[in-house]
């Protein structure tokens, strides 16, 4: 199949920006569960947070490996200097999710205290990890790297562990635990219920005062951020879309709507990631110190023939991947409760 009238450079810069947004939105509220995790006291309310992620958190992992997948295919340059650049980081990443992975499911294999209380530790620093390393990759391709003429990455690990990256990093936590609160809110009833419900308002604070915080960063020190969008104001209303959701959320609370809350968590989660793939077009990765080195969406894409041939089989596919996920979300509605399979 063959789009003449397409321009398929950005039409797969919105697409790979759609897999991540979709895993940021839901591996998002299940990383936030485990970052709270800790936080509960008791093994019942302990199950219950991990019951009510548990038929879906391998899942919502699919979109980040559909993401890496259809970024190595269509902009196979972008591809490799991330993941030779960030190679420790994204090494550290892959632990951490493995770990929490295996936490998951080892915890309930066996009743001793001390066991169960270890791969508590493990999920929860698990999600947190990965919460955190996932805002500092993000922040420090906003911030840019140095790349050189063959758009090699220049450094090691410690330069990525800038302030503002780990300014993303921490406003990344904030925004997971927020999430994974409202979702726990909507999953659960009776005290745990209760408990979640009184933690979203908390949540939500720390993570307005995380979000004003990188805002003012970016508007001072990553100015490149804002090119697109000092050139076409209509974005604009992706910010006040985000703030909107934001602080709606507390409102659907007061009512008991709960779903409705979650439902604005997540809207404010996309036009989060929208406004982060505005701020970076038309770059992919930007060269801080010499940005004629940067990627772009057409210097680091593959030839148009396999944008086409990609695009045909993404036309096809991607009916079938929202078709399970919304079938299994479907399955598995409604509050949690406990019985002899439950984790």
């Avoid at 936030?32 to 936080?39: D, N, R, S, T, Y």
């Avoid at 559909?66 to 980081?89: D, E, I, K, N, R």
């Avoid at 979702?183 to 659960?188: D, L, S």
Wanted: net charge neutral; hydrophobic share 55%; aromatic share 14%.
């Amino acid at each position: 199949m063959e789009f003449p009238h397409l321009d398929l450079n950005i039409v797969w810069f919105i697409l790979v920006g759609v897999l991540f947004t979709g895993y940021a939105m839901l591996d998002g509220f299940d990383l936030g569960v485990g970052v709270l995790h800790l936080f509960t006291k008791t093994d019942e309310e302990r199950r219950l947070m991990l019951n009510s992620i548990g038929p879906v958190w391998d899942g919502n992992e699919v979109w980040l490996v559909t993401g890496g997948g259809a970024l190595f295919a269509a902009f196979p340059m972008v591809y490799a200097t991330v993941f030779s650049g960030f190679y420790l980081a994204f090494m550290l990443l892959l632990v951490a999710l493995i770990f929490r992975a295996v936490a998951i499911e080892f915890r309930s294999k066996q009743p001793m205290k001390w066991w169960r209380k270890m791969w508590d530790i493990g999920f929860a620093g698990g999600s947190f990890l990965s919460s955190f390393l996932i805002g500092v990759a993000m922040g420090n391709i906003a911030w840019g790297i140095p790349l050189d003429a063959d758009h090699e990455y220049r450094g090691g690990l410690l330069p990525l562990l800038h302030p503002y990256a780990l300014l993303l990093g921490v406003t990344t936590v904030a925004l997971f635990a927020m999430h994974g609160a409202i979702y726990g809110v909507m999953k659960t009833e009776g005290e745990l219920h209760d408990k979640l419900r009184r933690w979203v308002n908390r949540c939500i604070i720390i993570f307005i005062i995380c979000y004003a915080t990188t805002t003012m960063a970016t508007l001072i020190y990553v100015p490149h951020m804002l090119v697109t969008i000092k050139a076409h104001p209509g974005f604009f209303l992706l910010a006040l879309l985000n703030m909107l959701a934001i602080a709606n959320i507390p409102r659907e609370i007061h009512f008991g709507r709960d779903h409705l809350a979650f439902i604005s968590s997540c809207f404010a989660v996309i036009a989060l990631m929208a406004l982060f793939g505005v701020g970076m077009f038309p770059n992919m990765v930007f060269s801080h110190v010499s940005p004629e080195n940067s990627l772009t969406l057409y210097n680091g894409a593959s030839s148009k023939k396999t944008l086409g041939i990609m695009l045909t089989i993404a036309i096809c596919g991607i009916p079938i991947v929202l078709a399970y996920t919304a079938s299994i979300y479907w399955i598995f509605r409604g509050k949690v409760t406990l019985d002899k399979t439950s984790y």
